[in-house]
């Protein structure tokens, strides 16, 4: 390698002559360090060199100077740079310059040079001297074979590479790119980032840059669009690079469809059997677990093949395999879609029927006759029967385990009585039941070691849509066996009495949270706890809900009980008097699951209730028979005249919430709305003030509404050009059902419809619409004239009127102008109507109020007429004399012995001190202790201020010893 810091010096073998000669000396004598330069003349002879080209090689001037140049050691390295300037001296001589790379001997080293021989003319015009000189490339070489490599190792990457520069314009791109999206490398580079990721367009890519720029990488997953138009999948990471002032991105793309369909693979294996393609036992356990969270209920089938063993033993497996494909392949035709259908093992099978829509035992009965039909495999006619067991959540279970260890056992009793059985668990008794004595033990230990918690179920107003309130639900979280329901354990609580430490439980830490809530200035709601029969009993419950409202500082109208009728028949009086004590405070009362027990009138209006909570059964839904709504209504109306709000529980859609909010129902729960939560779930539904949509409850702004229905769509569009103009909102149906769903989701004022329509007639329809929607005008119009049943609709008050077919448009207008009007005056009745009863109710709860108030007040009044009583007789058997004076220095209170010392009476009480005492006492009210002589005794006067709520002071006169009588 050369010595680049080497000072220029120029080297001559004799004294340097003046002239011409010794400038060009000069000139090579300053060139930099790095630059080998010497002077040839015209034969090519060396006759100078500098000090960098002598110290490359380790010469001095004599061992080089008057050799010709091709034979001095920088050239004996390599042959090919010798023949090179043997070629470039001839071309020197006939005045030719030469440039070129060339590897020369440098202590041991090649080292790459960029040579260059010049011709220098003398005066005649001959070429005199030749001007060699080299300047070390050998970076360069290195930094361009390693360019080449990169390039190379870029083409050979597997992975798409591109440059991007800010434009989004692609500056480069390697062939797994071009591969990749099915380009050529001069097709690629004429396009733009948003060109192929679906993720970008034209006006996003600026901020993804800026983006970009700010992070320095980034890594993310997106789409590709190959050329032939479909997406492909890929994971990009983005580099930033910048270079001479120039900043691009570095981008690798992998492709990420072999992943995913190894990823596919993986999850198949994981999940699903492979022989059958059904869920295993792992997906099974998962699904049915998830099912049990989300349905109200499950039925679980377990199906094993009878004596499938002779097939594998007598065919051989691949029959057996063929016949587990094709039993498969039945039992999935068999079930809806809904059903999960797995293979849990061998020859047996699992189904998972989420709410089944027809029994169980006759969808096991289906499979056993399914399973029974002869199946033909590679020319084998084969015969097969099976055995179901079935078991129910949540009736015989909440947990996965627990459900396939119970069809399990049915499925064995099923052997038991033969081949082709289906049998439906029946539990055991619970003495003999070893699993319901271990979950009381476990019940013991979770109330000892605090394993339960609170979930609260919205309450929503019906009237504003908001929350106004929250129902606390236990819930038991074991640490092995899991979540634990309500149904399995609340009966063993009650069975062995440890429902009142739990109700306890249940009652501190739900007031407490209502608590919280009230401190975060959270909207108020009102917390519902469920009272138990054995809780009901205990005489000091008020008072105990009265402590912790204090303790913990809740308001009391923030609070509720709820107790269900069968806990109030057999202590009835009692309960009574609980509940009265509870109301007092300010709680609210709550009769859980009206309608499902003694429902009697007479205990109803004696009951100090607030609210009736209607039960799940008799919620109906928008298309539940006619019969079932006029029930709820009944109890919504009953409870109403009583002074009671309802609230209906279990509500789960949108068709029940409508139709209930249409009768006047005040509140609903249920998964429709929300499912229990937990106490941050509630606290951010209030904060972020979640309520249901105001059009459902017929809050929107008051638009006429007309529902049009008719089986020909072509006699609605007419009706719907006909009435445009008139302002109203027009709804169009072409059957019952439809309609009906239309009533439930907007508020229909006139019902125009045919009669004679398939699946119901018009009169029934507008029966059905009267029974869900009473303050709706109903109208017929109709070409066909069924007189009887149209006569009894009439007088039912089921129709209107009957308009014939082909109408006129003038007096079409006129009698639905009429309806409408009809109907305006019904609303404006009834909104006073509700007026009147709104301020019924608030009148009612202002009186109870008042008289809850004045039952306090009276019982305060009688305990301090007691105190002072008792204070009295206290102060009477003092044998001193004591006088009480009030701060406007009334006398207003006098003892027997002062009574008797100064001959006084009652009568003189609550007039001035000063006028009633004698002379001699008087300063002694203004607090100056005084001796004094009474009646022939010595007496040491006393007054001292009182403090507290009795204001004034009291004077007591103590006699001294040795006084005469």
Same mark, same amino acid.
């Given at each position: 390698?050369?010595?680049?810091?080497?000072?220029?010096?120029?080297?001559?073998?004799?004294?340097?002559?003046?002239?011409? !000669?010794?400038?060009?000396?000069?000139?090579?004598?300053?060139?930099?360090?790095?630059?080998?330069?010497?002077?040839?003349?015209?034969?090519?002879?060396?006759?100078?060199?500098?000090?960098?080209?002598?110290?490359?090689?380790?010469?001095?001037?004599?061992?080089?100077?008057?050799?010709?140049?091709?034979?001095?050691?920088?050239? /004996?390295?390599?042959?090919?740079?010798?023949?090179? $300037?043997?070629?470039?001296?001839?071309?020197?001589?006939?005045?030719?310059?030469?440039?070129?790379?060339?590897?020369?001997?440098?202590?041991?080293?090649?080292?790459?040079?960029?040579?260059?021989?010049?011709?220098?003319?003398?005066?005649?015009?001959?070429?005199?001297?030749?001007?060699?000189?080299?300047?070390?490339?050998?970076?360069?070489?290195?930094?361009? +074979?390693?360019?080449?490599?990169? +390039?190379?190792?870029?083409?050979?990457?597997?992975?798409?590479?591109?440059?991007?520069?800010?434009?989004?314009?692609?500056?480069?791109?390697?062939?797994?790119? *071009?591969?990749?999206?099915?380009?050529?490398?001069?097709?690629?580079?004429?396009?733009?980032?948003?060109?192929?990721?679906?993720?970008?367009?034209?006006?996003?890519?600026?901020?993804?840059?800026?983006?970009?720029?700010?992070?320095?990488?980034?890594?993310?997953?997106?789409?590709?669009?190959?050329?032939?138009?479909?997406?492909?999948?890929?994971?990009?990471?983005?580099?930033?690079?910048?270079?001479?002032?120039?900043?691009?991105?570095?981008?690798?793309?992998?492709?990420?469809?072999?992943?995913?369909?190894?990823?596919?693979?993986?999850?198949?294996?994981?999940?699903?059997?492979?022989?059958?393609?059904?869920?295993?036992?792992?997906?099974?356990?998962?699904?049915?677990?998830?099912?049990?969270?989300?349905?109200?209920?499950?039925?679980?089938?377990?199906?094993?093949?009878?004596?499938?063993?002779?097939?594998?033993?007598?065919?051989?497996?691949?029959?057996?395999?063929?016949?587990?494909?094709?039993?498969?392949?039945?039992?999935? #035709?068999?079930?809806?879609?809904?059903?999960?259908? @797995? +293979?849990?093992?061998?020859?047996?099978?699992?189904?998972?029927?989420?709410?089944?829509?027809?029994?169980?035992?006759?969808?096991?009965?289906?499979?056993?006759?399914?399973?029974?039909?002869?199946?033909?495999?590679?020319?084998?006619?084969?015969?097969?029967?099976?055995?179901?067991?079935?078991?129910?959540?949540?009736?015989?279970?909440?947990?996965?385990?627990?459900?396939?260890?119970?069809?399990?056992?049915?499925?064995?009793?099923?052997?038991?009585?033969?081949?082709?059985?289906?049998?439906?668990?029946?539990?055991?008794?619970?003495?003999?039941?070893?699993?319901?004595?271990?979950?009381?033990?476990?019940?013991?230990?979770?109330?000892?070691? =605090?394993?339960?918690?609170?979930?609260?179920?919205?309450?929503?107003?019906?009237?504003?849509?908001?929350?106004?309130?929250?129902?606390?639900?236990?819930?038991?979280?074991?640490?092995?066996?899991?979540?634990?329901?309500?149904?399995? &354990?609340?009966?063993?609580?009650? =069975?062995?009495?440890?429902?009142?430490?739990?109700?306890?439980?249940?009652?501190?830490?739900?007031?407490?949270?209502?608590? #919280?809530? %009230?401190?975060?200035?959270?909207?108020?709601?009102?917390?519902?706890?469920n009272l138990s029969a054995r809780q009901l009993l205990q005489p000091d419950l008020?008072?105990?809900? !009265?402590?912790?409202? @204090?303790?913990?500082?809740?308001?009391?109208?923030?609070?509720?009980?709820?107790?269900?009728?069968?806990?109030?028949?057999?202590?009835?009086?009692?309960?009574?008097?609980?509940?009265?004590?509870?109301?007092?405070?300010?709680?609210?009362?709550?009769?859980?699951?009206?309608?499902?027990?003694?429902?009697? $009138?007479?205990?109803?209006?004696?009951?100090?209730?607030?609210?009736?909570?209607?039960?799940?059964?008799?919620?109906?839904?928008?298309?539940?028979?006619?019969?079932?709504?006029?029930?709820?209504?009944?109890?919504?109306?009953?409870?109403?005249?009583?002074?009671?709000?309802?609230?209906?529980?279990?509500?789960?859609?949108?068709?029940?919430?409508?139709?209930?909010?249409?009768?006047? *129902?005040?509140?609903? %729960?249920?998964?429709? &709305?929300?499912?229990?939560?937990?106490?941050?779930?509630?606290?951010?539904?209030?904060r972020e003030g979640r309520q249901i949509d105001p059009a459902l409850l017929g809050?929107?702004?008051?638009?006429?509404?007309?529902?049009?229905?008719?089986?020909?769509?072509?006699?609605?569009?007419?009706?719907?050009?006909?009435?445009?103009?008139?302002?109203?909102?027009?709804?169009?149906?072409?059957?019952?059902?439809?309609?009906?769903?239309?009533?439930?989701?907007?508020?229909?004022?006139?019902?125009?419809?045919?009669?004679?329509?398939?699946?119901?007639?018009?009169?029934?329809?507008?029966?059905?619409?009267?029974?869900?929607?009473?303050?709706?005008?109903?109208?017929?119009?109709?070409?066909?004239?069924?007189?009887?049943?149209?006569?009894?609709?009439?007088?039912?008050?089921?129709?209107?009127?009957?308009?014939?077919?082909?109408?006129?448009?003038? /007096?079409?207008?006129?009698?639905?102008?009429?309806? &409408?009007? $009809?109907?305006?005056? #019904?609303?404006?009745?009834?909104?006073?109507?509700?007026?009147?009863? #709104?301020?019924?109710?608030?009148?009612? !709860?202002?009186?109870?109020?008042? /008289?809850?108030?004045?039952?306090? %007040?009276? !019982?305060?009044?009688?305990?301090?007429?007691?105190?002072?009583?008792?204070?009295?007789?206290?102060?009477?058997?003092?044998?001193?004399?004591?006088?009480?004076?009030?701060?406007?220095?009334?006398?207003?209170?006098?003892?027997?012995?002062?009574?008797?010392?100064?001959?006084?009476?009652?009568?003189?009480?609550?007039?001035?001190?000063?006028? %009633?005492?004698?002379?001699?006492?008087?300063?002694?009210?203004?607090?100056?202790?005084?001796?004094?002589?009474?009646?022939?005794?010595?007496?040491?006067?006393?007054?001292?201020?009182?403090?507290?709520?009795?204001?004034? +002071? $009291?004077?007591?006169?103590?006699?001294?010893?040795?006084?005469?009588?």
């Amino acid at each position: 390698m050369p010595h680049r810091d080497a000072a220029l010096t120029l080297v001559a073998a004799s004294p340097t002559p003046p002239g011409p !000669e010794y400038a060009l000396r000069e000139v090579l004598d300053r060139l930099g360090p790095s630059v080998f330069a010497g002077l040839l003349d015209a034969d090519g002879v060396l006759r100078y060199a500098n000090q960098a080209a002598l110290q490359a090689i380790g010469a001095t001037p004599e061992q080089v100077l008057g050799l010709r140049f091709e034979t001095t050691p920088w050239w /004996q390295g390599c042959k090919l740079s010798q023949r090179r $300037l043997q070629q470039a001296l001839a071309s020197a001589s006939r005045g030719e310059a030469s440039r070129f790379d060339v590897r020369l001997a440098i202590r041991g080293d090649t080292l790459a040079m960029d040579f260059s021989l010049l011709p220098l003319y003398g005066p005649d015009g001959r070429v005199a001297w030749l001007i060699p000189s080299a300047h070390d490339v050998s970076e360069r070489e290195r930094a361009r +074979r390693q360019l080449r490599l990169t +390039r190379h190792a870029v083409e050979q990457a597997h992975d798409a590479l591109f440059l991007v520069g800010p434009d989004g314009a692609y500056r480069d791109a390697n062939a797994a790119a *071009c591969r990749l999206l099915g380009l050529t490398r001069k097709q690629l580079l004429r396009l733009r980032v948003h060109d192929i990721d679906t993720q970008v367009n034209e006006t996003s890519w600026p901020q993804r840059w800026h983006e970009m720029c700010e992070r320095g990488s980034s890594r993310f997953e997106t789409n590709v669009r190959h050329h032939d138009g479909h997406e492909i999948p890929v994971d990009v990471s983005v580099s930033l690079v910048t270079s001479d002032g120039e900043t691009f991105a570095h981008v690798c793309v992998d492709d990420l469809r072999d992943r995913r369909a190894a990823e596919r693979r993986i999850q198949q294996l994981l999940q699903f059997d492979e022989l059958t393609g059904l869920p295993n036992r792992q997906r099974l356990f998962e699904h049915l677990g998830a099912t049990l969270q989300t349905s109200a209920t499950t039925a679980v089938l377990v199906l094993e093949l009878d004596r499938f063993k002779r097939i594998n033993d007598g065919l051989g497996p691949q029959i057996g395999d063929a016949v587990l494909r094709e039993v498969a392949g039945r039992i999935a #035709a068999t079930v809806r879609s809904v059903d999960l259908v @797995a +293979r849990r093992g061998g020859d047996e099978f699992v189904i998972v029927m989420p709410a089944p829509s027809v029994p169980a035992p006759h969808v096991a009965q289906t499979l056993l006759e399914t399973i029974a039909r002869p199946m033909t495999i590679e020319g084998h006619e084969i015969h097969l029967t099976c055995g179901i067991g079935i078991a129910m959540a949540p009736a015989d279970g909440d947990r996965a385990d627990t459900l396939l260890r119970r069809a399990n056992a049915a499925l064995e009793q099923a052997k038991r009585l033969g081949r082709n059985q289906v049998n439906v668990y029946a539990g055991a008794p619970h003495d003999d039941d070893p699993e319901q004595m271990a979950l009381e033990t476990a019940l013991r230990h979770a109330l000892r070691d =605090e394993q339960f918690e609170l979930h609260y179920q919205p309450q929503v107003d019906l009237a504003q849509g908001r929350i106004v309130g929250v129902e606390a639900l236990l819930r038991w979280q074991h640490p092995t066996l899991g979540r634990i329901s309500p149904d399995r &354990f609340i009966p063993i609580a009650e =069975e062995t009495g440890l429902i009142v430490p739990i109700g306890d439980w249940v009652l501190r830490h739900a007031i407490e949270q209502a608590a #919280a809530w %009230q401190r975060a200035r959270l909207p108020p709601l009102r917390m519902a706890v469920n009272l138990s029969a054995r809780q009901l009993l205990q005489p000091d419950l008020a008072r105990r809900i !009265e402590g912790l409202l @204090a303790a913990t500082g809740l308001d009391p109208r923030r609070f509720g009980v709820e107790v269900t009728e069968s806990m109030l028949i057999g202590n009835f009086d009692q309960a009574v008097q609980h509940l009265r004590a509870l109301r007092a405070l300010g709680v609210e009362v709550s009769l859980d699951d009206f309608g499902t027990g003694y429902s009697s $009138l007479s205990y109803l209006r004696r009951l100090p209730v607030d609210v009736v909570k209607i039960d799940r059964s008799l919620v109906p839904d928008v298309t539940a028979p006619a019969e079932d709504v006029s029930i709820t209504r009944a109890i919504i109306t009953m409870a109403h005249q009583l002074q009671m709000k309802v609230l209906a529980e279990g509500v789960e859609s949108e068709g029940q919430a409508a139709l209930l909010a249409a009768n006047q *129902c005040d509140q609903m %729960q249920g998964w429709w &709305f929300s499912a229990a939560q937990t106490a941050a779930a509630i606290e951010a539904m209030l904060r972020e003030g979640r309520q249901i949509d105001p059009a459902l409850l017929g809050r929107r702004s008051r638009q006429r509404t007309l529902l049009l229905v008719d089986d020909e769509e072509n006699i609605v569009a007419a009706l719907r050009r006909l009435l445009r103009a008139e302002g109203w909102l027009l709804l169009g149906a072409t059957g019952a059902e439809e309609a009906l769903q239309l009533m439930a989701r907007h508020e229909v004022d006139v019902i125009l419809s045919d009669q004679r329509m398939p699946g119901m007639t018009g009169v029934e329809l507008l029966r059905r619409a009267k029974q869900l929607y009473p303050e709706t005008i109903r109208l017929v119009l109709s070409g066909y004239t069924e007189l009887q049943s149209i006569t009894d609709a009439i007088n039912e008050g089921a129709i209107y009127k009957f308009l014939a077919k082909p109408w006129d448009d003038e /007096q079409l207008r006129t009698h639905l102008r009429e309806a &409408f009007a $009809l109907k305006e005056m #019904a609303d404006q009745n009834r909104r006073l109507d509700e007026e009147v009863q #709104a301020a019924n109710r608030e009148l009612a !709860e202002l009186n109870r109020r008042l /008289q809850t108030l004045l039952s306090a %007040q009276r !019982e305060q009044n009688e305990r301090e007429v007691g105190s002072r009583e008792v204070a009295q007789e206290l102060l009477d058997a003092v044998p001193v004399p004591v006088f009480g004076i009030d701060d406007e220095n009334l006398l207003v209170f006098v003892n027997a012995p002062a009574r008797a010392l100064f001959g006084l009476d009652g009568n003189l009480l609550g007039r001035p001190a000063a006028e %009633q005492l004698p002379q001699t006492l008087r300063r002694a009210l203004e607090g100056e202790p005084l001796m004094l002589t009474l009646a022939g005794r010595r007496w040491w006067t006393m007054s001292r201020p009182l403090s507290g709520n009795a204001r004034g +002071r $009291l004077l007591v006169l103590l006699p001294q010893a040795g006084a005469s009588k």
